[in-house]
């Protein structure tokens, strides 16, 4: 977890417990908020509305972003996504 302070509030990035590389996808959030990033690159932010996360999260699980269907691993390894 990282700690960010953001006007005065302190923000804390959480990273899934599936991420054990050290190059994962953080999140944060506040009131009306969910702010992403990358641990390879924390000082870029992106920001997104509470109902554009919870409709991307819904994709997700729907496995609509299952990069392994657009990019399968050649080696039968299961890991899919591109290197």
């Keep these: 977890m990282g700690v960010v302070l ?3 509030i302190a923000k804390i990035f959480r990273k899934s417990s599936f991420c054990s590389v050290g190059t994962c996808v953080e999140v ?3 009131a009306d908020r969910v702010q992403v990033r990358s641990s390879t690159e924390p000082s870029v932010v992106v920001s ?13 699980k729907a ?10 691993d050649p080696g039968g390894g299961g890991g899919g996504g591109r290197s």
Excluded: K, M, N
């Excluded at 997104?48 to 997700?60: C, I, M, N, Q, S």
């Excluded at 496995?63 to 399968?72: C, H, M, Q, R």
């Design 28 to 30: 944060a959030e506040d």
């Design 63 to 72: 496995g609509e972003f299952d990069l392994s269907l657009i990019y399968p």
């Design 6 to 8: 953001s006007r005065g």
């Design 48 to 60: 997104v509305t509470r109902d554009e996360w919870v409709d991307f999260v819904r994709g997700v």
